[in-house]
């Protein structure tokens, strides 16, 4: 079987190799290179074409410490991203802004066509020595031998789906919101019934953007007055604003019963009236106009895995769970479990017998860092499958510029009950609310938009 692969390599897919990827996305492409870095050798099966088109946008700061290590921020640098200074909601009418300048970050969030930073990380990835091969779709994986998990995947070049695999001795699951392995392990669970959201998105052009000055402004002026992510809460869920180079991505958090029923037509017109009727946000879009057949739907969130490590196989990014966006943690989460999964890896390889070890520890950092994402952002949730312990014991080892921009955070939505608890229980937010008294957050009465 011959395929294009992406313009650097032309070649068959092996029967063989170290590591198979399923998935291109950041937590895939990421985890390609620091293993294609170390040494050895990675396939990775994309369903898709890449580009492919993807949502999550704003990035915070944060994800410049990943991008640092895997040797691509130059080349992010270069692309020409929008700068995001920071970020201003509406939540229960209060209107409060923060900018990542006030707690000392050097350099700013970005705001990204997801379709392009991807490709830009798998481009990354290929340069390094990840091989890539597209319009495959992996169906299951074989563990019966511990030794050589088979990988089964159908070739969409083909007509004939047949069956073809791969085998390797470590598999990592980056298939998203597919969560292919806890699918197939049956252990993918959604929060809670109260938790259970889906969300609607789709892009506009002309749209005026909020500005670092808490006014509005059109796009010509993106490089005199940063721009922040928009946030509104109303009474049935949230909405974002996000601008980007040539369109707006607008998408709205709601509930899942609210759109129970709907067909297509009925989403778009009940996502669109949603959107004109908030305060604030009709302004910005008051000059733009609706990207037909842009408006894209994802049910079914909040959800984690139980099982998300094991002896041969990692599940990592939204493979293992996905937190409402809220706080724009789920690419830098993508970053951070592929940096640990290709680091209990190479540890695994390089010392087999303690390879049950290095998955169990790799499980337990990332089930924590889940855990705290999942506290900040879920409201009431009652803690559902957070370890409270180690959600705590990571608030004491975070960085401090990073623990402080999402204690603040914690101020700025309802959503954030159960971390501000965590967060006195680990002695910690009597320190906070003592040394800088949350001063990042600017409460502003009114926004001039
Ligand atoms: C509504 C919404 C808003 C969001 N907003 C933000 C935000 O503002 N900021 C932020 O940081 N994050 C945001 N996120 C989250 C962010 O999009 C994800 O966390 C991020 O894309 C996860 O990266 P990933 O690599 O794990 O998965 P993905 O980016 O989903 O990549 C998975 C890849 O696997 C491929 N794949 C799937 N199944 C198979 C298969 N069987 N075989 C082969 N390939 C397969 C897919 O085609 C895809 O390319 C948002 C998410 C949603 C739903």
């Not at 509005?216 to 049935?236: A, G, Q, R, T, W």
């Not at 180690?390 to 623990?403: C, D, I, N, R, T």
Request: proline share 3%.
């Amino acid at each position: 079987m011959s395929i294009q692969n992406n313009g650097l390599k032309s070649m068959v897919i092996p029967k063989k190799t170290d590591i198979v990827i399923i998935g291109a996305g950041p937590a895939g492409s990421s985890a390609a290179t620091h293993l294609a870095h170390a040494g050895y050798e990675v396939v990775i099966l994309e369903k898709t074409i890449f580009p492919r088109n993807q949502v999550g946008e704003s990035l915070i700061p944060h994800f410049w410490k990943f991008t640092d290590t895997l040797g691509v921020s130059n080349k992010i640098e270069a692309e020409g991203f929008i700068h995001k200074a920071g970020g201003i909601t509406v939540w229960d009418g209060k209107i409060q802004q923060i900018l990542f300048s006030d707690f000392g970050y050097q350099r700013s969030g970005l705001h990204v066509e997801r379709d392009i930073f991807d490709n830009l990380l798998l481009k990354h990835a290929q340069a390094t020595g990840a091989y890539f091969f597209q319009q495959i779709a992996v169906r299951k994986v074989d563990f019966s031998d511990p030794s050589s998990p088979i990988v089964y995947f159908t070739d969409r070049h083909s007509d004939t789906n047949q069956l073809c695999f791969i085998k390797c001795s470590y598999v990592i699951d980056a298939t998203g919101h597919n969560s292919l392995l806890a699918q197939q392990f049956g252990t993918r669970q959604t929060i809670s019934h109260k938790m259970n959201f889906l969300s609607m998105w789709g892009y506009f052009k002309n749209s005026r953007y909020p500005g670092i000055d808490t006014q509005s402004h059109s796009l010509k002026s993106i490089n005199k007055i940063s721009p922040v992510s928009f946030v509104i809460s109303y009474e049935d869920g949230w909405l974002w604003h996000i601008i980007l180079r040539n369109k707006t991505s607008v998408g709205l958090v709601v509930h899942t019963d609210k759109t129970k029923g709907m067909n297509k037509q009925q989403r778009e017109a009940f996502f669109k009236q949603t959107c004109y009727e908030r305060p604030y946000l009709k302004d910005l879009l008051a000059p733009a106009s609706f990207i037909n057949n842009s408006l894209q739907y994802r049910p079914d969130y909040s959800y984690y895995s139980t099982q998300i490590c094991g002896d041969n196989y990692y599940c990592i990014g939204d493979a293992a769970a996905f937190i409402d966006p809220i706080f724009s943690h789920g690419v830098q989460n993508a970053f951070y479990n592929a940096a640990l999964a290709s680091l209990a890896i190479k540890e695994s390889l390089k010392k087999p017998s303690k390879r049950k070890r290095y998955s169990q520890l790799c499980a337990t950092r990332m089930q924590q860092f889940y855990g705290f994402s999942r506290a900040l952002s879920l409201g009431d949730f009652g803690c559902h499958g957070v370890n409270r312990e180690w959600v705590k014991s990571l608030m004491k080892a975070m960085p401090a510029l990073e623990l402080e921009l999402m204690l603040v955070a914690a101020e700025m939505t309802n959503r954030s009950e159960n971390f501000k608890q965590l967060a006195k229980e680990a002695g910690i937010w009597k320190n906070f609310i003592a040394q800088s008294q949350g001063e990042q957050l600017v409460k502003i009465s009114h926004l001039n938009f």
